[in-house]
């Protein structure tokens, strides 16, 4: 039998989809990305500036022995697959395994697939194609661009400040939150007051004067003038209801999904993409392992006739017919690529409670959430009745209103995640007057407030807005601010450090016409215009390049270094002053006269007690809790080097029952630190 090679990207995938292709199918793993830009040459891009931008592609280290298997493999195959996921970097990572594996034409296809299900897998084979080499270039123009970028402006910042680094989107991103620190530091409140008359079942806020003329009440004299002018009695001048609908939100793209899942589920938007490619990956449900939910990195609210109809069937079946909805239309954006559909659950009869026990519960609430957004975005709207009251005291003109929902529509499967409080107000047609009495009368003092701090989900929505990055992107964006300590969070809201303010400042000094939303946005646009061939790739590049690195050598001459923090005490070996430098491995003191004397002041190193996790399975000594030189947190044996049982997942001292490994706890999961099991 003819044997067939797919490729895909994760080896999460691979086994799932090797069982639903069958006999004469070998299902193989990239593991991602398997080649990057070289280091080499001019600034160490892996550009050769001087030949139209040409690339120098090398192996991610680690992934020769990867290559190699690949190409042994795919030239023992009559046909090879690339089924690598469905975007940009997905297309550029099927080019670079055709280059690498020294693919032609006819040895190769490239296949494509929004979920990882038995007839979506097989389908795709249908529609096979060639790479789309337009599409390609804009991935690896994009790359180019941020390495040129990041290595040119990140030399700078840490030869400069105390910055470690600065990127063509980053360092917008951290220029949205200093600029809104600068603007909280500069608000002024100002002070404002509020009069509330409140009756048995009605509450209503003074809003207006006479010929419902606004006006503001500024300070405690003004409020007390106005009540000295108010009666008991407040005449009803005006009672009306309207009705309304209230209409269900399209399904998640990947924007809305990480604000929502910020909003309400906690989850940050890494932790947000991590589970949602497992669902996406696919998940043993007892019966199968199949992805859950369609492809999570989407700016699309598209969905298939696939899903649409089996969805407004089950509807009707499970509700009624009353509550069956249409499909969204899409109002495109102009940088909005629909390649492929919004994230939804590959079967509407996969209910979340069903699948419930084969999830952790992280993955069950992300699920839930995603399933609920696309059943209810095909649901009738809901409808309400809204009644609004205007009472007149000594022509003051106070307000009062309430909601109550007539039909519940798509609220009937989404109101754990929609607020809907019906307000009922008295059915004012049955009293004898239309005059209302209360002695009870409230003012209040207000002051205004500054713009709110960014959180996780506003930054991100920010960004969608500005058109900054891509959704994809936001997620490592933001970790990445965060890692190089220009952000912090505080009761989940963004301040801007020190030297975070200091790195905007500066690249604002020398790159204002670069480094700011307008620049970046368009740039997203012509990336964008560069896979419809709108936009040649090397005269872009050529373009920002002759205007990017004048001002970078204009940086390195004439900013102005920041010196380093004194720490008061003396030199040994020559009395100059003792300085805090920073090195690979964090701060050092040091010499404030290097290079003409190295001395470098020993730190006496803390004996640090070590946290004990459990028993060594292996040798019965205690794993304990160790990092890296690079600060990173591993479990290992006491009892090392001659025992060097270690593990990047928490150990919990428990054997597996299919083959005596370690088991160990990731996000909440019990799983073998060997085998596949999970518990």
Not at 81 to 101: F, M, N, V
Not at 307 to 330: A, D
Not at 483 to 488: A, L
Not at 597 to 620: H, P
Request: glycine share 6%.
């Amino acid at each position: 039998m003819a044997k067939k090679l797919v490729i895909v990207e994760s080896p999460a995938k691979s086994k799932t989809i090797e069982k639903y292709l069958g006999d004469g199918y070998k299902v193989l793993s990239s593991k991602g990305h398997i080649r990057d830009l070289a280091t080499s040459g001019k600034f160490g891009f892996g550009v050769d500036i001087d030949n139209g931008f040409t690339p120098t592609y090398e192996p991610i280290k680690g992934k020769k022995k990867d290559i190699t298997a690949l190409k042994k493999e795919a030239k023992a195959s009559d046909k090879v697959y690339l089924a690598t996921d469905p975007d940009r970097e997905g297309e550029a990572i099927s080019w670079h395994l055709k280059d690498a594996l020294e693919l032609n034409d006819d040895d190769y296809e490239r296949i494509v697939f929004n979920e990882i299900t038995k007839d979506a897998v097989t389908n795709s084979f249908k529609n096979a194609r060639k790479i789309d080499d337009l599409m390609v270039r804009s991935q690896e123009t994009r790359r180019i661009l941020d390495r040129i970028i990041g290595f040119r402006l990140s030399k700078l910042m840490q030869s400069k400040t105390g910055g470690k680094s600065a990127g063509r989107v980053q360092s917008v991103a951290l220029k949205l939150i200093v600029d809104r620190e600068k603007e909280i530091n500069k608000f002024i409140p100002e002070e404002y007051w509020t009069i509330k008359a409140i009756f048995d079942n009605l509450e209503t806020t003074l809003f207006g004067f006479k010929d419902n003329k606004k006006f503001e009440i500024k300070n405690e004299l003004e409020a007390k003038e106005v009540l000295n002018k108010l009666s008991n009695s407040y005449k009803i001048e005006s009672v009306e209801k309207k009705n309304k609908n209230k209409a269900s939100k399209p399904p998640f793209i990947t924007s809305t999904l990480q604000q929502d899942a910020a909003n309400k589920l906690n989850f940050s938007s890494k932790k947000t993409m991590s589970i949602a490619q497992k669902l996406y990956e696919g998940i043993n449900i007892g019966s199968e392992t199949v992805g859950l939910i369609t492809y999570m990195r989407t700016d699309s609210i598209r969905l298939s006739n696939d899903f649409i109809t089996p969805t407004l069937k089950y509807i009707e079946v499970t509700y009624g017919k009353e509550y069956v909805g249409s499909v969204k239309v899409s109002k495109k954006k102009d940088n909005v690529q629909d390649a492929h559909e919004a994230i939804r659950p590959t079967s509407i009869l996969r209910e979340p409670d069903k699948i419930k026990e084969y999830l952790t519960n992280d993955e069950y609430k992300l699920y839930k959430l995603i399933y609920f957004r696309a059943l209810a975005s095909l649901m009738k709207e809901a409808k309400q009745s809204t009644t609004t009251i205007i009472l007149n005291n000594n022509d003051y003109k106070f307000k009062g209103s309430g909601t109550i929902t007539t039909f519940d529509g798509y609220l009937k499967v989404y109101s754990d995640y929609e607020k809907n409080e019906d307000i009922i107000l008295p059915d004012f047609s049955k009293y004898k007057t239309d005059v209302l009495v209360t002695d009870k009368i409230e003012s209040k003092q207000h002051f205004t407030e500054p713009p709110a701090r960014f959180t996780e989900s506003s930054l991100i929505k920010e960004m969608e807005k500005l058109g900054i990055g891509r959704p994809s992107t936001y997620a490592t964006t933001i970790s990445t601010i965060i890692d190089r300590g220009y952000v912090k969070k505080e009761e989940k809201k963004f301040i801007p450090t020190e030297i975070g303010i200091e790195t905007t400042d500066k690249l604002q000094e020398f790159f204002k016409d670069l480094i700011n939303v307008k620049y970046t946005a368009k740039m997203e646009e012509d990336l964008d215009n560069i896979a419809t061939g709108k936009v040649i790739w090397n005269q872009l590049l050529d373009k920002f390049y002759k205007e990017f690195e004048p001002m970078v050598k204009d940086a390195f001459e004439n900013m102005e270094k920041k010196e380093p923090e004194k720490t008061g005490e003396i030199c040994p070996e020559c009395g100059g002053e003792l300085v805090i430098r920073k090195g690979k491995y964090g701060e050092f003191t040091a010499c404030s006269n290097y290079p003409t004397c190295k001395y470098i002041k020993k730190e006496e190193k803390e004996k640090k007690e070590l946290v004990e996790i459990c028993d060594c399975i292996k040798c019965g000594n205690k794993i304990v809790e160790r990092k890296t030189k690079k600060g990173k947190i591993f479990y290992g044996c006491s009892n090392f080097p001659k025992c060097k049982e270690a593990y990047w997942d928490k150990p919990i001292g428990k054997k597996c029952p299919e083959c005596n490994n370690m088991l160990v706890e990731k996000d909440g999961q019990i799983k073998c630190s060997a085998c596949d099991y999970k518990e």
